[in-house]
Structures are given as C-alpha cells and as structure tokens.
C-alpha cells in the first residue's frame, strides 16, 4: 500500500514548444463520428500513431514533412497538407466498396469486418502459426546468451502551463522551464524531474533458467538517497514477454494481443504484408473487443514463415478501470540473427499518470522506460555456478556510480537527443530549489513511513497511535540510523506510553551485514511492549515491529486478552539464493496477562485435577530455523535493510519455521516442538482478475502453557486486515495442530463493469471464503489453570472434526476521479453460530491506495 501512495504524491510535483512539426488533431468517417484505431503518420515515413477510442492522435517530428496521411481499411487515405510549428486539425476520411486481395495464402482484407468465426479471419492462420513457433522463438532457441542492456527511466511533471510555471513552487528557478520538451505519444507539455541511465552485462542460461546481471554503470539525477521514492519508480515497470497469454501491468494482469485465447479478448484484421530486410512480414491490426477490460490496442509485425514478431506496438485504452492511468503505450522492436532468431533489439515504454482525475489537461506525470540491446553472443559453455554469481555494484562504487560524461557519450547505444542533452543540468538546478526538496522529502516520508533528519530518521509514522483496553490511548514514536540506501549497518527503536496503564514501552534493534554478495546479517534486539498473541499465527521474532491486535483504533467486542512481553532476540541470515534466505533465531522471552480479565496462567504439566500450583508470569527461552522465499521479487538496493520495487501481489511467498523450545535454559519452564508454514500464492486469471491463496500449517508437539499455544487469528477491528478472520473473536479457537485456507478473488470490476451505473463508477467487486481447521490435545487443556477460559475453548473451540469458515464479498476501488482507496467487505460466519458474543454479520472498512 505505501509503495502505491507514493504515486498519488509524486504526481502532485506535477506553452508548447515550437519544433518544426507538431499535430493534433482528430480522424471523422464521413458522419462526422469518430474513427479510432487510424494510422496517422507522415507521408513516405514511418514515424506515426494510432488514433484513440476517440479518434484523436497527437504526432510531432523535429523534422518538417509537409504532408499527414491518414489510412485506416475500409476507407480512402487522406492526406493533408501541413505546416510549420504546431497546428490542430479535423481529418474526414471516406469509405469504399468492400475490396480485397489475396497474398500468398491468406487474403488482406480492405475493410474492417466482423467475421462469424476466428476460423474465416485470415490472421487466424498466421497467429496459430505464432502460437505454434512462440517457444522456439528468441532467445530461448540456445543454451545460453549474453548482451549488454542499457536502460534510461524519465519522470516528469506534464501538461506544464503558464499557470503552474508562475507558481510559487519555482520562484527565482523559472529557467528550469528552459527544458520543457512536448511528448511525441500524447502532446503533452512535460518538465523532467528525475532520470536514471544503466548499462549492465546480463548473462542467462536456459535449461536450468538462470539469470545474472552484472551492473556497469549507472547516473542519476533527480531523487539521491530517497530510496523508497527511487524503488516506487522502478515499481511501475516490469518485464513482460509478449507471447505470454497475460502481460502485467500496475499488478493487474492484461490479455496479451498474441495469447492463445486472444480471439475471447481482441479483434484482428491483416491490413496488408511487405518485404522488409528481404522478408515478407504481415502487418495485423488488434482491436478489443470490450474497452473496460484489460486489453490493448495496436499493430504487431509478423515475419513469415519463422512466425515470429519483429516489432509491435501496445496501448491501453481509455476506459480500462485502472486508477492514476490515463495511457499506457509500449513499442517493442526485434531483429533477426543468424537467420534464424529474432532477438529484442529496443523497447519503450510511456505511462501517462495523473493524480485526481483523468481529463485531458490534468496535471500529473510523465514516466519513460527506454531499453536498448546489442552485442549479443551465445553457446559461451559456461558451467552454471557462473550464473549464480552476485556482483556487488557498490564494491567499486566510484567507478560503477561515477563514470566520465566522455564515457557516457561513447557507452550510450543512443546519443540523448537536443531536448535530452543538458536535462542533467536542469535537474540539478531543480534540486537546488527548496520547496520542490520539501515536497520531494513528503514524498519520500510517506512513501518509507520515516522523517529524514539528517542522519537519524524519525518514525514509522504508521504506528504513532493506537488504543486497546490496557494501555487507553497508546502513543509511540521511534529513530532509527540512515547514512544511505546502502547502509551495512542501522539501529531501530522505539518508545510509546500507555496513558490508561501509564507504562512506558520500548524497543531497541540493531543490524549489521557481515557479507553483501550473500547477505550475511546478524542481529541484536530487546523489547518490552504489550501485544495481542491470538492476531497472528507465525510467530514473529522482529523487534521493531507493530501488532495490529494491541495498536487498532476501532475495535469490536472486547480486547482485553491482551499479553505483557519482554522479548531478546539474537540472530543471523543469508540467501542461499536470490531471494531465498535462511534465518537462525535464538530468543528469550517472559510473558504474562496485561489485563485482570484475562487470566493466561498455567501449569508446568498437564493437571486433570487442576489442583496443582498455577503461574502466572512464562518464561521461554527457544531457538529456531527459518527458510522464506519470494520468486521473482526485486529489490532497491544492497544494504542491510532493502526496498521491494516489484508490483505487489504477483510473486508467491513461503516461509517455513522451526523453533525447539529450550527446558531450563535461562530458567525456561518448556521443552516442545513448534513446525510453522506459510504459503501465499497469487494466480492472475488474465481479464478475470487475480485469485490469492492462502495456507498456513502447523502443529505444536509437548506440553505448553495457553501463551504458546496456536491461536487462530482473529480481527476484532472494523478495518479489513489480511490473513484473519474477521468475524471470529481473540482465543475463540486455540490449537495445537491447525490448518487455514483462504481464497480472494479480485475481479477487477469484470461483472459490475457491465453494468452502466456502476462501469461509471469505476468499482470493482471482490469475493472471499475463509476456513480453518484445528485440534487441542487433552494435555494441552489440561496446561490451562483458568476454569473458565479452559471451559470456552473446550465446549467452544473446534469439535468433532468440523472446521470454522466464513465467506463474503466486498466492494473495492470506492471513491471520486482517481481516489478511489477505500474498500467496504460484507462477511458472513458460516457456522459455530451458537458461540457466545460472535457476530453472524459484520462490516469491515479497509483502505488500499492502488492502480
């Protein structure tokens, strides 16, 4: 969530130039309606655009051409005669008989029609035989390759004005505007504020599928140091292979014009075939066939024979339900080697965002990816513990983050443009201003959850208050060190106060990595705080860390079952591959009831008497083993502690623990066996949205007290939290072996997007089910020294087999223009009805600032 608020700020940082040729203007058939999806281009060239659902189209060149041609099947081409500078025109093209010719063996059909089935459409022929070849096209077809990639990603404020240049913001900095260029996709005025350049050695490996990128080089200007503001900004790109069925964007997953079952999704029309570098290459068009699902529009270059792609071009269009984004447009380019392959060549990528609303002229943001390949070689041999290398960019830090301008005019596969030359200057100066560096640090304060002053940072922000029935209003505040993104080393605290209880609580962590290249951390922290045992079920060993239970502002029902703990924790980790790390923990710990109404005393064994002595303050001292794993995921530097900037909810994530406890250790009163495991997978279902599932398991072996039992999670606040149940109370079913299962389906607004009221709206629907299933052994009752609390989970908890569940459906993407973060769930308790103070119904309210 706070990688994505970062976006609804950064646009907040959000005339024309006059080039040689600038047009905008709009395709009409002869009824004056417009025309979408219409080549537009200079005459004789290849530089040209797509009109939009709307028919309007924007097209610039720093060269002048005198005439636009406008074609589109079906109609007669136009052309109109143009002038210098920039101009805005209406083009009327008219229609023709029906025509066709035939090439080769598929007919190139002169007009757009409808066809009764896939199989009567010629570009049938020609996408089966894509889908046939797909796996043997690129560089997937040799064992092994390498090329050097170099990548450039532009941000900038658009739609600049005279209004917004005489700003405040820009007082006595009004040359920045010196560099305010026009985009070539959209015609919008844009100032840059950010850019970043690479160049990488990528090295991969097919069969096992290994991937290593060394980094070379690499400038930037714009956001230094503001890590969390730099990884939102690599958030909003990923990499995609367009012969996949699912292309994903914004973490929604788009159908792929090239996917096997695109004829559900898009129309196709062969528009016509020619020679290109002696090969004959057709030329289809796609259209969707819905405008509120996630699809493209565009043309893709096909070379026969090999059915492989040479280039193509992608857009979204207008009406696809995705807050902040009001285009998205994406070239690929492909080139052929050895006769044989085609390999990427280039790629570009233009997202036009805006913060409140999607109008033409709303302010917001530009954000550019440009990639670039060359000097590819393959079948190098090399064995495979080569791929799995880690070069640390920071080891020569000078010499990756500090390279030459000559080194950089010679390395760049392509010169910066006249526009692009001094934008490092004008960045710089941009920098110098103080209140776009207030702003930039919002940014970065809201996106991180932490104040920058200087080299200690205050925070997080996010768990500054919360209320429960012990402490009354709770206030906490924390520091922690940062010198840089890359910091081996940093310290995290905290302090909060209890004005009910009037208690003060703390927290004090440190960390400090051993080895980059395998992330060899080791760690040391105490705490004391209150905490609510029955919100989660994998333990966590963190310090610095923030329990919903014992911090919500709105709760309902009683929480009173609330723990005193005083924890120490001493550890070590390290990746056994990317993102694969194996964590040891040893840990002590005391814990005894914060609140008179909950009593967690126990015995030191099982008693069916209950007549022997009960205890009331736990002392556990335990070690453990933990291996947790992301697929996939990326992250924003190398230092101790990292930023993610993948989308979220694409990767899966697993996490096995182990944790023996440790009888007589530091006085520990338990000896036991606790297996923990984790698994949350995401499926994207293409235009239908994204199912998550969820499995946790566990069992507990020996005999232990209530404290270190396994308590199912309950959500007693009116927000939505993930990974609870959230019509089930705190200690209602308490376990020592259990098992949970969740589904999620986002529909992304597939079934109320059809219906007129609510497609206008924007709002998207959600469905969920909820079970868990668990045991408690006679034993382990039997450890429970309260009557009362041993009688409830006896006579209420689970029985005879029968798992809990819940289930319901929710309302997400509720709001105006762009914000639209709120999301209203409705949930109903499946069963266990006749349980004392549960609710059969409930409402929760959740927030989620997303795309």
Do not use: C
């Not at 090969?279 to 969707?288: A, L, M, N, S």
């Not at 310290?491 to 609580?505: C, H, I, M």
């Not at 029968?802 to 509720?814: C, D, L, R």
């Not at 769930?825 to 959740?846: A, T």
């Amino acid at each position: 969530m706070k990688k994505t608020i970062v976006l609804t700020l950064i646009l907040l940082l959000g005339t024309y130039l006059e080039g040689q040729v600038k047009v905008k203007g709009v395709v009409l058939d002869e009824e004056g309606e417009p025309l979408p999806y219409a080549d537009v281009y200079f005459k004789n060239t290849n530089i040209g655009v797509v009109s939009d659902i709307e028919g309007a189209f924007y097209i610039e060149s720093d060269d002048f051409f005198p005439e636009l041609e406008v074609t589109f099947v079906g109609f007669e081409d136009q052309v109109v005669e143009l002038k210098k500078g920039y101009q805005e025109i209406e083009v009327k093209v008219k229609a023709f008989e029906d025509d066709s010719e035939s090439i080769g063996e598929v007919a190139v059909v002169g007009k757009r029609i409808k066809y009764k089935s896939k199989r009567e459409n010629p570009a049938y022929r020609i996408l089966k035989n894509v889908w046939k070849h797909r796996k043997h096209n690129g560089l997937k077809m040799r064992d092994d390759y390498e090329y050097e990639k170099y990548e450039k990603i532009e941000f900038d404020i658009n739609n600049i004005d005279s209004q917004f240049m005489k700003s405040k913001l820009f007082k006595n900095f009004e040359f920045v505007f010196d560099k305010i260029d026009t985009s070539r996709i959209t015609g919008g005025a844009y100032l840059p504020v950010f850019l970043n350049e690479s160049i990488s050695k990528v090295y991969g490996q097919n069969n096992p599928e290994k991937v290593r990128e060394d980094l070379i080089a690499n400038k930037a200007s714009g956001f230094e140091n503001k890590y969390a503001l730099i990884g939102t900004v690599k958030t909003l790109y990923t990499d995609f292979n367009v012969y996949d069925n699912q292309i994903v964007l914004f973490n929604k997953p788009f159908a792929s014009p090239l996917a096997t079952n695109g004829f559900s999704f898009y129309e196709y029309q062969l528009v016509d075939s020619a020679f290109v570098d002696g090969r004959k290459t057709y030329r289809i068009k796609y259209f969707p066939k819905n405008e509120t699902d996630l699809t493209f529009k565009g043309t893709v270059w096909i070379v026969d024979e090999l059915w492989a792609v040479s280039e193509i071009d992608l857009q979204a269009t207008k009406e696809i339900n995705v807050n902040f984004v009001k285009n998205v447009y994406i070239e690929q380019e492909y080139e052929v080697l050895n006769d044989s392959i085609f390999i990427p060549k280039s790629d570009y990528a233009l997202l036009d965002l805006s913060l409140i609303s999607k109008k033409k002229n709303a302010k917001g943001m530009y954000a550019h990816k440009t990639r670039m390949y060359k000097d590819y070689k393959f079948d190098s041999g090399r064995p495979s513990t080569f791929y799995d290398v880690k070069v640390d960019p920071y080891k020569n830090e000078e010499e990756t983050f500090n390279k030459s301008d000559e080194y950089w005019a010679e390395s760049r596969h392509e010169a910066l443009d006249n526009d692009e030359g001094g934008i490092y200057e004008t960045l710089d100066s941009l920098n110098k201003i103080p209140r776009f560096n207030r702003l930039v640090d919002l940014v970065e304060t809201v996106t991180s959850g932490y104040i920058n002053m200087g080299k200690i940072e205050y925070g997080s922000i996010y768990s500054s208050i919360g209320i429960n029935e012990v402490e009354g209003l709770r206030l906490r505040g924390g520091l922690r060190t940062y010198f840089g993104q890359n910091d081996r080393w940093r310290l995290n605290s905290y302090l909060a106060y209890g004005f009910k209880d009037q208690q003060f609580k703390y927290g004090l962590e440190g960390k400090y990595m051993l080895s980059k290249p395998n992330r060899w951390i080791v760690g040391l922290g105490t705490k004391r705080d209150i905490e609510q045992l029955g919100a989660q079920l994998i333990s966590d060993e963190g310090i610095v860390t923030r329990s919903f239970g014992s911090s919500s502002i709105l709760t309902s029902g009683t929480n009173d079952k609330l723990s005193s703990v005083n924890k120490t924790n001493v550890f070590t980790s390290f990746e056994l591959a990317t993102n694969a790390v194996l964590r040891l923990d040893g840990t002590y710990q005391t814990i005894k009831s914060a609140h008179p109404n909950f009593n967690s005393s126990y015995y030191l064994e099982p008693d069916p008497t209950h007549t022997a002595p009960s205890f009331d303050n736990l002392t556990d001292s335990r070690i453990g083993i933990s291996f947790s794993a992301e697929p996939g995921k990326k992250y924003t530097g190398v230092g101790v502690e990292r930023y993610s900037h993948d989308q979220v909810g694409v990767y899966p994530t697993i996490i096995f623990k182990y944790s023996k406890g440790l009888k007589g250790v530091i006085d520990s009163d338990f000896e036991y066996d606790k297996m923990e495991f984790f698994y949350k997978q995401p499926i994207l279902l293409n235009t239908f949205g994204k199912l998550e599932t969820t499995i946790t398991l566990g069992k507990t072996v020996g005999d232990v007290p209530l404290s270190l039992m396994n308590i199912i999670p309950a959500n007693q606040s009116y927000g939505y939290v993930e990974n609870t149940f959230g019509l089930m109370n705190f200690y209602e079913f308490v376990t020592d072996r259990y098992a949970t299962l969740q589904f999620e389906h986002h529909l992304g607004g597939r079934l109320l997007g059809r219906v007129p009221l609510f497609k206008k709206w924007k709002l998207r629907e959600v469905f969920f089910l909820r079970g868990a299933w668990g045991k408690l052994s006679n034993d382990n009752l039997n450890m429970i020294a309260d009557e009362k609390l041993r009688n409830d989970i006896r006579d209420y908890g689970f029985s005879n087999n029968k798992p809990y569940y819940e289930y319901g459906f929710g309302i997400e993407n509720i709001g105006f223009g762009n914000i639209r973060f709120f999301r209203i769930d409705f949930n109903w308790r499946g069963n266990y009805l006749d349980n004392p103070d549960i609710s059969k119904f409930g409402i929760k309210l959740g927030m989620d600032v997303s795309f």
